[in-house]
Nanobody, 114 residues
Framework: QVQLVESGGGLVQPGGSLRLSCVAS????????MGWYRQAPGGERELVAI???????KYAESVKGRFTISRDNAKNTVYLQMNSLKPEDTAAYYC????????WGKGTLVTVSS
């Protein structure tokens, strides 16, 4: 059974950094599409950054140059390094794995505020 567990969210001041982690259990997902979405209060879930078929990366325009997605296949873990955070980055961040169908984590909350 596939399970995704996110961690690393919290409260940070504007300009600060956070690193999110998503651990996938079940089997190796090194060649699968896996990444991060976010949903702000009152908003729709949107793509943040993703590995497509395990290799190609895609970023939302709003986070390019500030966020970096990476993965450790040996640990079945995907990371999201978030730098130069802005108040508009405040959202619940969700991990996605596409393996036959979409699997979602429960989310981790990121709040950017002074």
């Amino acid at each position: 059974q596939v399970q995704l567990v996110e961690s690393g969210g919290g409260l940070v001041q504007p300009g600060g950094s956070l690193r999110l982690s998503c651990v996938a259990s079940g089997r190796s997902f090194s060649l699968d599409t896996m990444g991060w979405y976010r949903q702000a209060p009152g908003g729709e879930r949107e793509l943040v950054a993703i590995f497509i078929n395990g290799v190609l990366t895609k970023y939302a325009e709003s986070v390019k140059g500030r966020f970096t997605i990476s993965r450790d296949n040996a640990k079945n873990t995907v990371y999201l390094q978030m730098n130069s955070l802005k108040p508009e980055d405040t959202a619940a961040y969700y991990c996605l794995l596409h393996y036959g169908r979409d699997y979602w984590g429960k989310g981790t909350l990121v709040t950017v505020s002074s």
